[in-house]
């Protein structure tokens, strides 16, 4: 049996658009065609492929098939490049979807996109999510690489290191002089409230261990977005971690360890020239901005580098 590669894109559109009424605008067809494809290739592979809500869900059998479309697209434009059709075209423009962690997007990820799409003619789809959950996203197929702290590759990737990136606990002046008028102390945590990215962040909970001080019924406030994070620490909502590549013009620090997350780039095992180039641009912007090596001493103490399990260090 062989999957018919204009099916499988099919179900790709409709994972992308999230309906079948959208997939069928972005294939120039009707909606009932796209239901008949779908239709098609289900009873052809014996599965479900799609779960029809709204957004439509893929199932474990419509990511292989959504993962393999991805595939042969980028192949496929590889090959059209190498034989000087898209040159011909006028340079027809390919989207590529990447996941990345919410703070790496803020403060480093973009610049090398941005230089990509201008030399390349390329359209990123880019998926936001924490650096622990972006793996997933290649597993499914939703995604044709991903920044990652996960080291051990998904099944058919490859990865490789890009580097630290560094966080350090700030506050506004005023609010420092209020809740830390004689430094972080134990008691002065205790009280101060902070800001966490969402409930799956533990960045903050973990310096605040490294520092002796159990979280449980200190203050906090809920800021979900890189940017408006730094920003509500920067009006004295509370106080925070707060990566060392954004701007903390105004910001104090607290002292304390320096978390450092650990930032991989996993991409789907192909020799495709369009996804190394990705690859390597974005390595060379990660060796340019992010540490390469923790702060070493001869004993380090646990809390001088700290894993970042979950939250907005990693977005992704």
Aim: hydrophobic share 45%; charged share 25%.
């Amino acid at each position: 049996m062989k999957i018919d590669p204009e099916l499988a894109a099919t179900v790709a559109a409709i994972d992308d658009e999230g309906t079948l009424d959208a997939a069928s605008r972005r294939l120039q067809i009707t909606p009932s065609a796209v239901s008949q494809r779908l239709k098609t290739l289900e009873q052809q592979l014996g599965r479900i492929l799609v779960v029809r809500t709204k957004p439509a869900r893929l199932t474990a059998a419509g990511e292989a098939v959504v993962r393999l479309a991805r595939q042969i697209a980028l192949l496929e434009h590889d090959a059209m490049v190498g034989v000087g059709v898209e040159e011909d075209d006028g340079g027809r423009r390919v989207s590529i979807p990447l996941a990345v962690n919410a703070d790496s997007m803020a403060t480093w990820f973009l610049a090398p996109l941005g230089r990509l799409s201008n030399e390349r003619g390329i359209d990123f789809d880019l998926h936001r999510d924490d650096q622990n959950f972006t793996a997933r996203l290649l597993e499914s197929g939703a995604v044709m690489a991903a920044v990652t702290s996960e080291d051990t590759p998904v099944a058919g990737c490859s990865v490789s290191n890009l580097g630290m990136l560094e966080y350090r606990a700030m506050a506004e002046p005023g609010f420092a002089a209020r809740w830390f008028p004689q430094g972080a102390t134990v008691d002065a945590l205790r009280a101060a409230p902070f800001v966490d990215f969402d409930r799956r962040d533990t960045l903050q909970r973990e310096w605040l261990a490294a520092m002796a001080v159990d979280q449980e019924g200190v203050p906090r406030h809920y800021v979900p977005a890189s940017h408006d994070y730094a920003l509500a620490v920067s009006f004295g909502l509370g106080w925070g971690l707060v990566p060392v590549l954004q701007n903390s013009e105004g910001l104090v620090p607290l002292g304390g360890p320096t978390v450092r997350v650990q930032l991989y780039w996993q991409q789907w095992n192909l020799q495709s020239e369009l996804l190394d180039s990705i690859a390597a641009e974005v390595a060379a912007e990660a060796r340019r901005v992010l540490s390469a090596e923790p702060v070493r001493t001869k004993q380090k103490p646990k809390s001088q580098v700290l894993r970042r399990s979950q939250g907005h260090g990693a977005g992704a």
